[in-house]
C-alpha cells in the first residue's frame, strides 16, 4: 500500500464525540476537537509532528475571503500559522500569504522545515526550523503549490514550484532553475509514475489537462484532457497492483474520480455537490488505500471505504469544510486536519461571484483522531504496558463476548492485517514473556 499524498487558545479547543462504523473495525469514538476559528479562511492543512518532540503539530496557510472570491489577486491578505500541539499554542510563520505545501528537512539537520509559494512576493521560499528563517529560493509570478523531492538522485532535495505561468523545478543546493512548462499549472505532486525508480512529476494544467512529466526528460503524458475543476489531486495506489493511480475531486461535475495506472481508465468513485478536499489513508486497517472527502455544499466530511467505496459520514455540521489531510505520527493515534469557511459558499464558489460585503471571515480548523493513544501495539487497553488484562480483552474479542472498538482495535492487531485473531494474541504473550513482539 502506498501513499504519496502562537497565542494560547485553550478556550477554543472543545472536544465532541462522533461515531460510525464499518465492516471490518467499529470505531467507537472519533474525538473532535476545534482547533481555532480564524478571521481569515485556512487553506490546506498541514498535520505532522513539526517540531521533532512527538506530539501532532498543525501548519495553515490563512486568507482574507474577500481575496478567496476575488482569485487570490494581488496583494493578498493573509498569512501562515503554525499551531503547536498539544495545547495548540499559535504562532505566525510569516504575516504576509505564503501557499504552505511541504514540511520537510530541507537542509539535512534532522529538523522539519516549511516550503511554501510567495503569492504577494512571488517567491519559492523555505522557513528553516527553529527560528523559521526565511530564505528565497527563486522569483516566480505568483508563486503557490510546492513539492519537494530528490529529482536528480544526487542525494539532496530539489523543489517543484507551479506560478501563475509556470511549473519549475529548482536543483538543490545552489537552486538551479529547470522550467517544465509554460502554462498556468496547479497541484504539482512528485511521484514514481511509471515505477522505473525515479521521481516525476504530476500536475493539473487549468482548464486544460491533467498529466505528468517524465523523469528525466520530463516529457509530458496526459493522462485527460479538459478534467473540468480539480480542486483535489491524490496520489496513491489505489488497487494494490504496485503502481500509482491517481484521484481528484472535481467541481464542475461532482465527481470524485479515480484514474487507473497505466491505461488511466475512470472509476466514478462518488458523485455529490462539491468536492472540494481529498486524502488518501488506510482508515479501516485491512491495507487498502480509502479515500477521504469534504463536501463543502453539505458540510460533511467523509470516506469512502475501499474496495466497494461505501460512504461514511465522520460529521456533518461543519459549514464550508473545505481542505483535509491525514496524519500518523506514530503516538498511538490516526489523525484527521479539516479546515472550511464557517459557511458555505452554495454556487458563489463555482462562479466566483461575491457574496455580500456583510459576509464575515469565520474560518475553523478542527482536528478528528481515535486510537490507543499510547503509542504501544499490543497495550489493547490503553495503560501504557503490555500485560494480561490486554490478553484476557484480546480473548474476549476473539470470542464475541466484549467486542474491541476504536481505542483498542488498532493496538491489538499486531500484524495489522486488518483482523484480530490468534496470531495477534500469540504475539502479545510473546511479549509478556519477552520472546517476541507485537509489530507488522
Known sequence: MTILNKHLVPSLVLIITLSFSSSNVSFAQWTRINIDTLGHIPFIPIPADIGGNGNLDILVPRVSYQDLINGLQDPVDGEIILYEGPSWTKKTIDDDFSWASKVIDVNDDNKVDIVAGNINAGEVVWYEAPNWTRHVVDTLKRAMAVDVADLDKDGDLDIVAAGSQRLVWYEAPSWIEHTLANNAYAFPQVADMDSDNDIDILSYMNGNALGWHENPSWTFHVIENNPYDANSVCVGDIDDDGDLDVVIGD?????????????????????????????????????????????????????????????????????????????DINDGYRYITITGLGFSMGSNFAT???????????????????????????????????????????????????????????????????????????????????????VP
Not at 460533511?300 to 473545505?322: C, N, Q, R
Not at 488484562?389 to 484480546?394: K, Q, R, S
Not at 496470531?423 to 520472546?435: A, F, K, M, Q, R
Open 251 to 327: 467541481a464542475t461535475t461532482g465527481q470524485i474520480r479515480w484514474y487507473v495506472n497505466p491505461t488511466w481508465t475512470i472509476n466514478i468513485i462518488a458523485t455529490f455537490d462539491y468536492p472540494w478536499g481529498l486524502s488518501l489513508a488506510d482508515l479501516d486497517n485491512d491495507n487498502d488505500l480509502d479515500i477521504i472527502a469534504t463536501n463543502e455544499r453539505r458540510s460533511e466530511v467523509m470516506w469512502y471505504e475501499s474496495p466497494l467505496w461505501t460512504k461514511h459520514v465522520i460529521d456533518d455540521s461543519l459549514d464550508g469544510a473545505l481542505g483535509v489531510s491525514f496524519a
Open 352 to 438: 466566483g461571484a461575491s457574496l455580500n460585503s456583510s459576509t464575515s471571515d469565520t474560518g475553523f480548523v478542527v482536528l478528528y483522531k481515535y486510537g490507543s493513544g499510547t503509542g504501544i501495539r499490543g497495550d489493547v487497553n490503553g495503560d501504557g504496558s503490555i500485560n494480561l488484562l490486554d490478553v484476557l480483552t484480546t480473548v474476549n474479542h476473539i470470542l464475541g463476548t466484549q467486542p474491541l472498538e476504536g481505542d483498542g482495535i488498532l493496538a491489538a492487531d499486531c500484524n495489522d492485517d486488518g483482523e484480530i485473531n490468534l496470531l495477534d494474541l500469540v504475539s502479545i504473550v510473546n511479549v509478556i514473556l519477552e520472546i517476541g513482539e507485537c
